[in-house]
């Protein structure tokens, strides 16, 4: 049994790794990009609750964006710290930003989707870009992705940002995030036009306002606390023009401040990710268990087959890491050593997030609780 397990991770990873090489050819990079100093009004979306300490730094360095014309919607939802006094302070400063306070939230609705929505109300803007309020960026961040978006006739642009993190563990927490997000979501395939499979960035998600219109706002999606990820699926079921691209120099955020924040910020959709189905975390366990964990100890059995295979599973699994890593992160790709023990901690953020799902019978996002009930009820159809 456990020949024929490492066999067919071995032709998963060979696959992979492959199909990993030819979709990572067709990632631009942002940095690269001619800008454009000039062109559509922007209309900058943020949606932040109890983000005081971080709003303030994020919109400084996008009001200095060699990038003009600008519009800032800000969206206080229901904060309960001095975030709503840091954007009226904000508004104050340049006559760009309108401030939106959100007092109550509607039924079927979570609260940064409907605060998004009510943002997209209040822009006048041709083209839209909805980031998260702890997001950072490079005075020419705003310029290169207008001029990238305009030279590919786009109607939706995604950037993968620099996530950066300060404690060991944490690192290499994100890093193996970002492995599995890759060969999981396989993020290339936006780019491709005859594939149906999208995706979308929370720190940057540039849309033009009719694309955005085209798949239903942020209403289809109201009950989807993955909404960076379904808005960019809906861009391409609609058979709209969609890149992914990377920025790494150009857009930063500190995703999690520490591995505990990082494990309960993954609360909120891991198991929307899985579907809300029991079924599919256990199919995940096992698959990352038996994939990312087993080969590392069966490399020293006394079964020589088992052993040639496992080392052959290690040479894939580490190319397309170092390929991943060094591609999606700034980290050092020597993190692979501790893959076997961040596949293990990932393994239990999904038992972990699943169970506590279960057990409230919903999310608690940002001190709101979302029931399982009508989460499921409002997954896309």
């Known amino acids: 049994m456990l020949i024929i397990l490492l066999s067919l991770t071995l032709v998963i990873w060979i696959a992979a790794t492959i199909d990993a090489l030819i979709g990572f050819r067709k990632l631009d990079s942002l940095e690269k990009a001619e800008a454009a100093d000039r062109g559509p009004l922007l209309s900058v979306i943020v949606a932040a609750r109890n983000e005081e300490e971080h709003i303030v ?204 924040d990082a494990l309960a910020g993954l609360e909120k959709n891991t198991f929307a990710g899985l579907h809300y189905r029991i079924s599919m975390v256990l199919f995940s366990v096992f698959g990352v268990f038996v994939s990312q964990v087993v080969p590392f100890f069966t490399l020293f059995s006394t079964n020589h087959a088992v052993a040639i295979l496992s080392a052959a599973n290690l040479v894939f699994l580490a190319f397309l890491y170092v390929m991943v890593t060094k591609k999606m992160t700034k980290f050092s790709p020597w993190l692979f050593f501790v893959l076997p023990f961040t596949a293990l901690l990932f393994i239990f953020s999904i038992l972990r997030a699943s169970y506590l799902t279960i057990k409230r019978g919903g999310i608690i996002w940002r001190g709101t609780k979302y029931t399982l009930a009508e989460l499921r009820k409002n997954t896309l159809r």
């Open 57 to 260: 730094q994020s919109v400084r360095t996008q009001m200095i964006q060699s990038y003009q014309n600008v519009e800032w919607i800000l969206v206080n939802d229901r904060s309960e710290d001095g975030t709503g006094q840091v954007m009226e302070d904000l508004k104050k400063s340049d006559s760009r930003i309108k401030v939106i306070h959100v007092e109550s939230l509607p039924e079927g609705w979570l609260g940064k989707n409907h605060a998004l929505y009510k943002g997209c109300q209040l822009a006048a803007g041709n083209m839209l870009l909805f980031t998260d309020a702890d997001v950072m960026y490079h005075p020419q961040a705003f310029s290169k992705a207008v001029g990238y978006f305009q030279k590919h006739e786009l109607d939706h642009l995604t950037a993968t940002p620099n996530l950066s993190a300060r404690q060991f563990w944490l690192k290499a927490f994100v890093a193996f995030f970002l492995f599995g997000f890759s060969y999981y979501k396989r993020p290339w395939l936006g780019n491709n036009p005859r594939s149906k499979t999208g995706v979308g960035i929370g720190a940057f998600n540039m849309i033009s306002r009719s694309a955005y219109e085209k798949v239903g706002t942020h209403e289809y999606i109201r009950m989807r606390p993955d909404d960076d990820l379904q808005l960019g699926m809906m861009v391409k079921r609609q058979g709209l023009k969609q890149r992914i691209v990377t920025a790494m120099t150009l857009i930063e955020v500190e995703w999690y401040q520490s591995l505990n």
